[in-house]
């Protein structure tokens, strides 16, 4: 039972390249999130999917994609990455509203 | 959207005293409030939550109160040890949606 895994754990990308974050849960969670950690801003919501198949936006969506492949898993994508999205990137899921979120080890993405 | 708000955002305490961390929050159909733990390098981790039908809870060293009237909640830590030491978040979330609001957080370092 691995949890949620994420991949890559680091990467280092150029502006305006693109790339995409991958999460998967072996948890059967419905709903699955993708949050970013800045220094002194907590976590950030960016995108999330309540349930297979639908998708909504959180804080901060700009400059972010996601597709919610199937249940298990939950990818976001930078499309043309910039400065501003050097940070931390953490999947998580939960199965409920009032169950706890299970978080993956976090993505380190710099942008030079 | 739901707004929480964390204070103060560092805590320094002497080993085995106490240590309380406050959050307030707008949205009054919030009813879930959870609180988590990062460790430096680490993913969060859930350490206690309550809901808003519960004035308070507690778990061993750790506890919570919530004054829904005044929409703020609070996470007391008892005889604080140097495991202690770590990142807190407070977070909230409404049933009208699934998203979970998260605070900037409260770096707590316990002196030995």
């Known amino acids: 039972n691995a949890g949620v895994t994420q991949t890559p754990k680091f990467q280092v990308l150029k502006t305006g390249q693109s790339m995409t974050l991958q999460c998967a849960q072996d948890?059967?969670?419905?709903?699955m999130y993708w949050y970013r950690q800045d220094p002194g801003m907590g976590l950030r919501l960016i995108y999330y999917?309540?349930?297979?198949?639908?998708?909504d936006k959180g804080e901060v969506p700009n400059g972010y994609n996601v597709s919610r492949l199937n249940k298990r898993e939950f990818s976001l994508r930078l499309e043309s990455a910039a400065p501003s999205q050097t940070s931390v990137y953490f999947c998580?899921?939960?199965?409920?509203?009032?169950?706890?979120?299970?978080f993956g080890n976090g993505t380190r993405l710099t942008v030079t | 959207g739901e707004n929480v708000e964390q204070h103060p955002s560092t805590l320094s305490v002497q080993e085995g005293d106490s240590a309380v961390i406050k959050c307030t929050y707008s949205?009054?159909?919030?009813?879930?409030f959870p609180w988590y733990k990062q460790e430096l390098g680490k993913r969060p981790q859930l350490i206690i939550d309550i809901r808003s039908n519960v004035g308070e809870k507690k778990d061993q060293r750790i506890a919570v109160t919530l004054n829904k009237t005044a929409k703020h909640f609070s996470l007391h830590i008892t005889e604080t040890q140097p495991e202690d030491s770590a990142v807190y978040f407070c977070?909230?979330?409404?049933?009208?949606?699934?998203?979970?609001?998260f605070g900037a957080g409260t770096t707590v370092t316990v002196r030995a």
């Open positions: 949205d009054s159909a919030s009813n879930y």
């Open positions: 998580a899921s939960h199965r409920g509203i009032y169950e706890p979120l299970h």
């Open positions: 999917s309540a349930s297979e198949g639908t998708t």
């Open positions: 977070a909230a979330s409404s049933p009208k949606d699934y998203k979970l609001s």
């Open positions: 948890m059967n969670h419905n709903s």
